[in-house]
Nanobody, 124 residues
Framework: VQLQASGGGLAQAGGSLRISCTAS????????MGWFRQAPGKEREFVAT????????YYSDSVKGRFTISRDNAKNTVYLQMNSLKAEDTAVYYC??????????????????WGQGTQVTVSS
């Protein structure tokens, strides 16, 4: 499966953005999906994940209550709605697919397919 992330851009602190990840060459519902991010000079970190059916989600403490992950399997697309953005949310955001579809996994090595990343910049 190939993943294409989109929707990044520039937002002000306190604002919102929604980024998307669309799959091709496979069926997204076969995968649990995750979002990770990497800020300049920092390691890639887990942001959020959703099970293949969409029934379970999990968030990092740093985004809990501000970000919402969702999916539309009919559109082969996963979303990350980001509200109350902070300057420290600035990063390249990557979507990833985990073939064990009904799991909640925060470890990046469990994700087998990765998108190319989309830049999110939050100005303070």
């Amino acid at each position: 499966v190939q993943l294409q992330a989109s929707g990044g851009g520039l937002a002000q602190a306190g604002g919102s953005l929604r980024i998307s990840c669309t799959a091709s060459g496979g069926t997204l519902s076969d995968y649990a999906m995750g979002w990770f991010r990497q800020a300049p000079g920092k390691e890639r970190e887990f942001v959020a994940t959703i099970s293949g059916s969409g029934s379970a989600t999990y968030y990092s403490d740093s985004v809990k209550g501000r970000f919402t992950i969702s999916r539309d399997n009919a559109k082969n697309t996963v979303y990350l709605q980001m509200n109350s953005l902070k300057a420290e949310d600035t990063a390249v955001y990557y979507c990833a697919a985990n073939p064990i579809r009904q799991t909640i996994v925060v470890v990046s090595s469990m994700y087998k397919h990765w998108g190319q990343g989309t830049q999110v910049t939050v100005s303070s």
